[in-house]
């Protein structure tokens, strides 16, 4: 029969391995990034193949990518389908490049620039700033602008999220008496692109930085879209396309402070045709206490661009500051969600 004592220690010992695991969990996401990088489900959409194959054909060690991949076969990203032998898994799958809600790009950039910006994490909660620019030299979009080869990665994570977040919205939310839809921060234009094939009587505008939406007019052609939507290239701080009935921001305010995120808000309601429609597509913070991806995007937020996801209340005090009225909050099968605002 069990001591108090010993029940005592048993009940230390779980909390100690709980604990434990939650303080190792870089070692997953950062053995994720390697697989990426070498581009190991590439090379596996024909089928299981050996370690030893495998590394030869990336330019790795057989024996430490083995060690890898046994890891992320444990977690269901591989499956060892013989000895040292291995093939993709549905989830292992998104890790490939071409496939429609593509990680890889996510997976490589939170390995490298998130990686590095978390390493001065205790900077942020000290200065309540992000650590980019003591990591990177400068803020994290002036390096974006300067790197372009890092300003690419960012650009197909976002892509890849935007393609998960796209089919979420589309489900969820009624385009059709939406109008003209002018998408601010819209990037490559995948939500954009996939709200239009749904609504083919729409005609739209995607308005982001020059070097962004160069891709966007790549992707609106490739889909048949390029007559129906305009690309605009600019800056959402001095202005943005007038003349919308929605205007459309996904995960564009949570990279910003109130300060920031007001002149954008203030810029798109000037140019907002009357009785028009603001729609944000947004993670909102619960009241409750429990695990909530939307927090952890949170410290993501305050780490590295020095913005921040808010709740409902945050939402509709930074609204009304900018001249809108919250109507409704929508829910989607992704953990952002969509505020509907109309001006007032």
């Not at 060892?80 to 496939?99: I, K, M, N, R």
């Not at 992707?219 to 919308?244: I, K, N, T, Y």
């Not at 045709?273 to 410290?299: M, T």
């Amino acid at each position: 029969m069990a001591t108090p004592q010993i029940r005592k220690d048993t009940e230390q010992l779980s909390s100690a391995m709980m604990l434990r695991e939650m303080l190792c969990g870089f070692w997953v996401s950062q053995s994720i990034y390697v697989a990426a990088r070498i581009g190991v489900a590439d090379l596996l959409k024909d089928g299981p193949q050996s370690c030893e194959h495998l590394a030869e054909r990336a330019g790795v060690d057989a024996g430490a990518l083995y060690r890898v991949m046994r890891t992320l076969a444990s977690y269901g990203l591989f499956e060892e389908s013989e000895p040292q032998c291995f093939g993709l898994t549905p989830l292992g799958s998104l890790l490939q490049t071409s496939v429609p809600m593509s990680l890889r790009s996510l997976a490589i950039w939170n390995g490298e620039v998130s990686f590095k910006a978390w390493g001065d994490a205790l900077h942020a909660v000290e200065t309540g700033q992000p650590t980019t620019r003591r990591v990177l030299g400068m803020n994290l979009f002036d390096y974006l602008g300067q790197k372009p080869e890092v300003g690419q990665i960012f650009n197909d994570a976002m892509s890849g999220l935007a393609t998960q977040v796209s089919q979420a919205v589309v489900s969820a939310y009624d385009f059709s008496g939406a109008g003209k839809v002018v998408d601010i921060g819209g990037g490559q234009g995948t939500l954009l692109g996939a709200i239009l094939r749904v609504y083919p009587e729409m005609h739209a505008i995607v308005f982001d930085a020059p070097a962004v939406v160069e891709g966007a007019n790549r992707r609106l052609e490739a889909m048949s879209l390029a007559e129906r939507c305009q690309v605009v290239g600019g800056d959402f701080f001095e202005r943005v396309p007038e003349g919308g009935d929605t205007y459309l921001l996904s995960s564009v305010l949570h990279d910003w402070d109130d300060e920031n995120s007001l002149l954008i808000l203030r810029n798109c309601r000037r140019a907002m045709r009357q009785n028009g429609k603001l729609l944000l597509i947004e993670c909102v913070i619960p009241h409750s206490s429990g695990p909530d991806f939307s927090k952890l995007l949170d410290l993501q937020m305050l780490v590295v661009t020095g913005g921040r996801e808010r709740t409902e209340e945050q939402f509709r005090t930074l609204l009304s500051a900018a001249g809108f009225e919250v109507k409704r909050i929508i829910s989607t099968a992704v953990p952002e969600r969509i505020i509907e605002a109309v001006a007032v």
